[in-house]
């Protein structure tokens, strides 16, 4: 029985990862979780899981009255109260599926307790892929991912040599906005954006997926993952979101995962550690390969993948600079106060303006906070 600390509960993969920890009860029991905003979930959560001994909520308000109602489990609150969760419950996994830049303080803390973590959070590798390596390098603990695209790339570079390998081909659907045309996305809102084609995903990663930067830290992601170099990776549009990503080997064979867009299946790998247990999202039949679209990408309509590619040449702590812009842009978007095209410009600026620091934990946290107030003055709160 593996005991599982879950972060960001109340989310869309927070959800889903609860979805299979039922689904898989003689292998699984929740032991702590985190929530948000969505402090009324609390109450569900344990009552489905009644082996849950430590939780930790954003605000600090309501500990006094779920305390009362739970006298058995220890309650924490805020950013301080993830990292102690993490510190103080005893688990065997930890799924991370924060939003954010929130995210990677606790991978890191997790990381130190050589913990294995289950990470959705990509943005701890986006900001501090240098540092989760050299913690890895070490022997501090392991990460399985928790993205569609990377257990189909782990999948197929299971399957292949090394030194076969000849490019990562990640699969992009294109968001919401993939029949526009470039002259089409200057007046698009928040709530257009929101309707992604192909996956039911929360509010910021569906506007990432729509300016494609969450394609661009997926490229970051596969990079530290498989430690490949940015000239082979690459991206390739398909409309259904059936083939999930894809390995080109060097006599121009690929290989490929595919199967329905369920999260359920990446999740359900990551929490077997790298085992494939998931039996509802096969495709019945390959007849349907016949109705499968692939597309070259648009430099041009995505230049937040751009971005990603510099800002991971650049190294060091542009990527938290990188992060951090795409964070405010995009909430910004969400609460209609900048158009959708002022996204990527406002992180090209904020690029332009870097001066790289080594990654280190403490660099990384002063980036993030400064670009955050330099935003701030300059598109307002
Ligand atoms: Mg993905």
């Known amino acids: 029985m593996k005991r599982i600390l879950l972060l960001g509960a109340s989310g869309s993969i927070g959800q889903q990862t609860l979805d299979v920890i039922s689904s898989n009860s003689e292998h699984f029991e929740l032991v702590a979780f985190s929530v948000g905003e969505k402090v009324d979930t609390v109450a569900t959560i344990i009552r489905l899981h009644p082996s849950v001994k430590y939780i930790c909520i954003k605000h600090r308000e309501y500990i006094d009255i779920l305390q009362k109602q739970n006298p058995d489990i220890i309650f924490f609150s805020g950013d301080e109260g993830l990292l102690k969760i993490v510190k103080k419950a005893p688990y065997d996994l930890v799924v991370n599926a924060l939003v954010g830049f929130s995210g990677f303080p606790p991978t890191i803390a997790a990381l130190k307790k050589k913990a294995t973590i289950c990470l959705a959070n990509k943005e701890s590798l986006v900001v501090g892929g240098e540092i989760v390596n050299r913690l890895l390098k070490k022997g501090y603990g392991k990460i399985y991912p928790i993205d569609s695209e990377h257990v189909a790339l782990a999948k197929c570079l299971s399957q292949a040599k090394k030194d076969q390998v000849k490019k990562l081909i990640l699969t992009a659907s294109g968001g919401a906005f993939r029949t526009y045309r470039l002259e089409q996305l200057s007046d698009v809102k928040a709530e257009d954006a929101l309707k992604h084609p192909t996956w039911q995903m929360g509010a910021k990663i569906t506007i990432d997926s729509a300016t494609m930067m ?39 064979s690929f290989l490929a995962d595919i199967s329905h867009p369920d999260m359920r299946l990446p999740i359900t790998y990551a929490l077997f550690e790298g085992q494939t247990k998931f039996e509802c999202a096969r495709i019945k039949s390959l007849k349907q390969l016949d109705n499968y679209h692939f597309h070259d990408f648009d430099a041009a309509k995505y230049p937040c993948v751009a971005l990603a590619k510099e800002a991971l040449k650049m190294g060091g702590t542009a990527l938290a600079v990188l992060n951090a812009a795409n964070e405010v842009a995009v909430y910004a978007f969400l609460e209609n106060r900048i158009p959708f095209l002022s996204i990527a410009k406002i992180i090209a600026k904020e690029l332009n303006y870097v001066k790289v620091k080594r990654q280190t934990i403490r660099n990384v946290i002063t980036s993030d906070r400064l670009t955050r107030l330099h935003l701030r003055k300059v598109i307002g709160n």
């Open 214 to 252: 969450n394609k661009g830290f997926e490229i970051i992601e596969a990079h530290y993952l498989f430690g490949y170099g940015l000239e082979d990776i690459e991206v390739l549009m398909h409309d259904e979101s059936h083939v999930h990503s894809l390995v080109k080997l060097e006599d121009d």
